[in-house]
């Protein structure tokens, strides 16, 4: 592997880091239906809202989102939309393991 390819391989591991935790895959599903302040994802999680900011900042360090202050609020938004495209594969993939636990079950 070159270098070149290295840091691009790491580069895109930390993207998948970045979305790995629930938390933070929860909040990236949010912000495809569009831009929520730090309030509107407070509502929906059982978290302080010191611990959701630190979730948005490592979705942010990783360039899956982008945040606008307006006011004392922050909004945060997808930077790149399309980076939840291949969650349909993955669901697919949980879907097919399902199936085959089943046919061993029978």
Request: proline content about 3%; charged content about 25%.
């Amino acid at each position: 592997m070159t270098e070149k390819e290295r840091a691009l391989i790491e580069a895109k591991a930390n993207i998948l880091k970045a979305l790995g935790h629930p938390t933070r895959l929860w909040m990236a599903e949010k912000l495809a239906d569009g831009e929520k302040c730090v309030c509107e994802l407070a509502e929906n999680i059982d978290a302080d809202f010191s611990t959701i900011s630190k979730h948005l900042t490592v979705l942010k360090q990783a360039g899956v989102v982008i945040d606008e202050k307006r006011g004392k609020q922050v909004y945060y938004k997808l930077k790149v939309p399309c980076i939840l495209n291949f969650m349909p594969c993955v669901e697919a993939v949980l879907q097919a393991t399902a199936q085959t636990h089943i046919e061993l079950l029978k």
